[in-house]
Every structure is written in C-alpha cells, then in structure tokens.
Nanobody, 117 residues
Framework: QVQLVESGGGLVQAGGSLRLSCAAS????????MGWYRQAPGKQRELVAT???????NYADSVKGRFTISRENAKNTIYLQMNSLKPDDTAIYYC???????????WGQGTQVTVSS
C-alpha cells in the first residue's frame, strides 16, 4: 500500500500562484510515476501533469508554460507550482502514484483549488 498526503490548495485571485505538495509513503519504489489530475464540477477528471523517475515530465496543453511539476526524491514528494492561475483552473486536484511495472494507481484525498476572477 502507498499513502499519499496532499497539501497546498486554497483560494487565489486570477493571475496568482499556488504550490501543491504530495508526499508518498509506504510501499514506494525508486522507479515510479507520480502526478496530478484535477476534476472540476460537472466535468471528467483530467490529467494535469506527470513526472517519472529520471524527471521526465508531461503536461496537459492547458497548463503548459504556467504549471511546473517537480520532485524531491529524498522525501518521496512531488510539487506542482501553479502560476498565472485562471478561473478555469478551479477544481479538486488529486495526486496519484504508480510503481513502475504496476497497473495499480494510488490516489490522494484531493485538495481544492479555487481561482476567483
């Protein structure tokens, strides 16, 4: 089992910034992929960004140039720096974790991000 603890959500005005954190513990591996999805009211969950071992990153087109995902391996923690936030970024942001070679995903409890116009 892998446990994920998220933090850093909140309310911010359009154009502002927030940083989300997600710490993994339990049966983690040095070879993994972690990342963030988000779900807005009435919409499907969508991928925001991922980071793999070796710091390979991937971003949704809607956040490229504004969001940056990074990791601190010693703490099994990833971060999502969100700049130039827009009201459309309002959603619950969920962290996920997958050990390489596994088909099982683990999810955090979600953290609310609200961007006011």
């Amino acid at each position: 089992q892998v446990q994920l603890v998220e933090s850093g959500g909140g309310l911010v005005q359009a154009g502002g910034s927030l940083r989300l954190s997600c710490a993994a513990s339990g049966s983690t591996s040095s070879s993994n992929v972690m990342g963030w999805y988000r779900q807005a009211p009435g919409k499907q969950r969508e991928l925001v960004a991922t980071i793999r071992s070796g710091d390979l990153t991937n971003y949704a087109d809607s956040v490229k140039g504004r969001f940056t995902i990074s990791r601190e391996n010693a703490k099994n923690t990833i971060y999502l720096q969100m700049n130039s936030l827009k009201p459309d970024d309002t959603a619950i942001y969920y962290c996920f974790y997958r050990n390489s070679g596994s088909i099982r995903d683990y999810w955090g409890q979600g953290t609310q991000v609200t961007v006011s116009s």
